[in-house]
């Protein structure tokens, strides 16, 4: 998988060193993240996609079905890596058919959950897990965005700190079952939280949970993801957020041993640092109803995947999706905090995977068997 990963930053690399800009038609794109439902049944203060349904019941019949996802994964073999997301994906009926399918064609699997219905959760991911090969990665984070009442007001449910914790520990003891399964905890932080976030690492590290397990991400404002354009509070005080993130680092050794906040503790001091962003390049995002978009954060239709017969290949080569990496390429985007899309630009550009592991390099060397396993593909 690194050699395809190599080859493609290589070549979108000399692209740009040679003046053409970054590859305008790339092969096919490396990664994809792909919404399989919009249902949630969060009140999250950040995000407004539990009210597309709200507003648009009917909606919800046009969502992706399981039969439509296999024939994506079918007419396009050539993908390295599929990430699901929501939603809440578990309010799916179907799910796991989902996540079965991706591990019968050699993909992980995974996502993350708000853990409010945790009893339709547990049921779900319990069936799932005996039926999956065991050959790949199981993904499974449960949100926490501070603690109890913090996380509590940021979700805008009462008592899912509890049930987060609750399912939290569950996950944990999936780990001791199945050696392919990876739990961890991540924090979305808002202007309303990041100060607050110190008090949860402290708090999960009393309570057991090794550093390494705890990751965060920084909310954005998206006008076709999240839908929360007007009422996103991201954190603004970067130099600030910094500070945290470096003092979490040398307190908790393990925490941040990664090249996901190395990264983001680059684009905190220095938003133009080493990466270039290769949106609907290398990497895009499809929708539940298959429209298929650069990335999370740029709202740009690229076109619909069941007007192309699920295939990738014409879609990405449509002058639709050229014009747009032609846009980008003239006026490149400053990157962003979000670790879905900062972080299959760092794969696809060479100069800045290297400034990262140069840095983590004497880390990844040492015999500290939980910092070689977050490196692990």
């Known amino acids: 998988m690194w050699a395809r990963w190599l080859g493609a930053a290589l070549r979108n690399d000399a692209r740009r060193w040679l003046g053409f800009g970054a590859d305008p038609t790339p092969a096919f794109p490396a990664q994809f993240l792909i919404a399989v439902t919009y249902k949630c049944d969060s009140r999250c203060t950040h995000c407004n996609i539990w009210a597309n349904y709200l507003q648009q019941p009917e909606a ?10 296999e024939r994506f994964l079918d007419k396009n073999p050539q993908i390295i890596q599929i990430a699901t997301t929501g939603g809440e994906p578990f309010n799916r009926d179907d799910i796991v058919e989902f996540w079965l399918a991706l591990d019968r064609r050699g993909h992980r699997t995974g996502c993350a959950t708000n853990a409010i219905e945790t009893d339709r959760i547990l049921e779900r991911e319990g069936l799932l897990l005996p039926r999956l090969s065991g050959r790949h990665l199981r993904h499974f984070a449960v949100s926490l965005d501070g603690v109890e009442a913090v996380h509590d007001r940021v979700r805008g449910i009462p008592g899912n700190f509890a049930r987060a914790w609750r399912l939290f520990q569950w996950a944990c003891e999936q780990e001791r079952r199945y050696p392919f399964y990876r739990a961890e905890i991540s924090s979305t932080l808002t202007a309303a939280n990041y100060r607050e976030f110190p008090a949860l690492v402290e708090w999960l590290v009393k309570e057991g949970v090794p550093p390494h397990k705890i990751a965060f991400m920084g909310a954005l404002p998206s006008a076709h993801y999240y839908r929360n354009e007007k009422t996103c509070r991201p954190v603004t005080a970067r130099g600030e957020l910094a500070g945290v993130i470096a003092e979490l680092k040398r307190k908790h050794p393990g925490f941040g041993r990664n090249y996901f906040t190395e990264s983001h503790l680059q684009w905190l001091r220095d938003p133009t640092s080493g990466v270039t962003c290769v949106a609907g390049t290398a990497f895009g995002y499809i929708d539940p109803y298959w429209n298929v978009y650069p990335c999370l954060v740029i709202n740009r239709n690229l076109g619909n995947l069941r007007e192309f017969d699920f295939d990738l290949h014409k879609l990405w080569r449509s002058p639709a999706a050229r014009q747009f990496r032609a846009e980008l390429a003239a006026k490149p985007c400053a990157l962003c ?8 630009s760092m794969r696809a550009s060479l100069g800045g995977l290297a400034k990262i592991a140069w840095r983590q390099a004497g880390k990844v060397l040492r015999p500290d068997r ?3 396993r977050r490196w692990r593909m």
């Open 370 to 372: 939980d910092s070689q």
């Open 337 to 344: 905090l979000n670790e879905c899309n900062r972080w299959q």
């Open 60 to 69: 919800a019949s046009q969502e992706m079905t399981p039969a439509e996802f």
